[in-house]
């Protein structure tokens, strides 16, 4: 079955700090693999994407990590910022399906002074 | 604003009645996709249009709920006869095909009493 596992299921740190979420996936054929933020009652927001062939990506205060051989990726935060409580979402793409993103349940990270 | 827009927001109807959402892409966005997403859940896919074509379709769109786009331009999501079960955000997102980037809108709240 096509899955998308994300962990922890939520996360509490401090202002500053570094965390790290986690994304397991059984989804096949394998498209892409993205995060996105989503804040309370908002529509998600894209921050990165990543194909097979690509390992790592950033984007600013944000790096995702891919291994397509394991089937896992990584969303590390540096020096959080209150405005970083949110929930972080892991979506994948089947390869042959363009419409049907399959999302994991997100992890809500909450970043206290 | 030249984000996807979703109107209205919120919505809140009888069980039995029949609710309408409107969604404006981004302009020159050829792909629409609806979603549907419950309190502490990832979005679900519900159906996905390439210009004025619905092309995916999920088995959660059941006979009650219908999609449509059209002129490929705005989308409506309808859903009849609504169920208490259909309370949930509903989630409209565009994008280009060449960048393969989604975005999502703000989402309309639908509440069934």
């Known amino acids: 079955k096509n899955q998308v596992e994300q962990s922890p299921q939520s996360l509490i740190i401090l202002e500053g700090k570094n965390c790290t979420l986690q994304?397991?996936?059984?989804?096949?054929?394998?498209?892409?693999l993205r995060w996105y933020k989503q804040d309370t009652g908002r529509g998600p927001v894209s921050l990165t994407i990543?194909?097979?062939?690509?390992n790592t990506k950033s984007n600013g205060r944000y790096t995702a990590t891919l291994d397509a051989d394991t089937k896992q990726s990584s969303l590390h935060i540096t020096a959080s910022q209150l405005s970083d409580s949110a929930s972080y979402i892991c979506?994948?793409?089947?390869?042959?399906?363009?419409?049907?993103?399959?999302f994991g349940k997100g992890t809500k990270l909450s970043v206290k002074p | 604003d030249t984000g996807v827009s979703q109107n209205p927001r919120h919505k809140i109807t009888k069980r039995g009645q029949n609710v309408t959402f409107r969604c404006d892409p981004i302009?020159?966005?050829?792909?629409l996709y609806w979603y549907r997403q419950t309190l502490g859940q990832g979005p679900e896919f519900l159906t996905y249009?390439?210009?004025?074509?619905?092309?995916?379709k999920s088995r959660l769109l059941s006979d009650r709920f219908s999609a449509e786009r059209p002129k490929g331009s705005f989308s409506t999501l309808e859903i009849q006869r609504t169920e208490q079960g259909d309370s949930a955000m509903y989630l409209c997102?565009?994008?280009?095909?060449?960048?393969?980037?989604?975005?999502f809108g703000e989402g309309s709240w639908l509440t069934v009493v």
């Open positions: 990543m194909t097979f062939s690509e």
């Open positions: 994304c397991n996936y059984t989804v096949s054929p394998f498209s892409n």
């Open positions: 979506v994948v793409r089947r390869e042959g399906s363009q419409g049907n993103l399959i």
């Open positions: 997102a565009s994008g280009f095909e060449v960048l393969d980037t989604i975005y």
């Open positions: 302009s020159e966005h050829n792909r």
């Open positions: 249009f390439q210009n004025e074509a619905q092309l995916e």
